[in-house]
């Protein structure tokens, strides 16, 4: 039978780690204690699971079986190199049915660094698409957006300047671009969702974009 003073002290404990576990170091702190086996910061992690604010009456938890039935619906095959020093490396991208048979979507995660002109002339897509301007400094990747891009859309060009994280969304057939990313104080997030299995763009001029994919890595 447990104490009172120990009790206490398994209290005290629990607290700390909830404290230390709650800041992103502390995340940090708390994954390598749990390396070196800190059974109280696995506890607290545990309680911290528990609750949702989401959920009043969850069901309870499954045990799960055990197969390779939907190992086909999983891509690990993220990491590319860059294609150029202006965007840090390595970046990654889901290349839709190519890493995923059956994939209806492709999409890339981009770390800009350095101004860059990232497309020269506009084009459409028979399918919706949806560009994600964000800063790249962790847990705030909306405040922490600090660049200026310039960008044009349909065939008037109008043009529109982007000074805050932003979700652009482009319906199937309108035309965009040129984009400028004209001024980047810090690293900017840039991914583009196009609900498509494959990139493809229609542009002014024939043969103007060769698309280059880059080799996955490890």
């Not at 120990?6 to 800041?23: I, L, M, Q, S």
């Not at 999983?74 to 991208?93: C, H, M, R």
């Not at 002109?117 to 301007?133: A, M």
Request: proline share 7%; hydrophobic share 35%.
């Amino acid at each position: 039978m447990s104490s009172k003073k120990d009790n206490d002290v398994n209290t005290t404990r629990r607290d700390f780690f909830k404290g230390v576990t709650a800041g992103a170091a502390g995340a940090a702190i708390a994954s390598a204690l749990a390396t070196l086996g800190a059974p109280v910061v696995a506890g607290a992690q545990e309680e911290e699971r528990a609750s949702s604010p989401f959920f009043k009456n969850p069901p309870p938890w499954p045990k799960g079986t055990t197969g390779s039935k939907y190992d086909h619906l999983f891509s690990t095959q993220l990491k590319e190199n860059s294609i150029t020093d202006v965007v840090a490396g390595p970046q990654a991208y889901f290349r839709g049915n190519s890493d995923l048979p059956g994939a209806k979507i492709n999409m890339g995660w981009q770390m800009f660094v350095k101004p860059y002109r990232l497309e020269l002339e506009s084009h459409h897509h028979d399918t919706d698409e949806y560009l994600f301007f964000l800063g790249a400094t962790l847990p705030d990747l909306v405040g922490s957006f600090d660049a200026e891009i310039e960008y044009f859309i349909g065939e008037e060009y109008e043009k529109h300047t982007i000074t805050q994280a932003t979700v652009l969304y482009i319906p199937a057939g309108l035309e965009h671009n040129p984009c400028d990313i004209k001024r980047i104080g810090k690293p900017m997030m840039f991914s583009a969702l196009l609900l498509a299995p494959y990139f493809n763009g229609v542009y002014q001029t024939q043969g103007y974009m060769e698309f280059k994919g880059m080799p996955k890595v490890k």
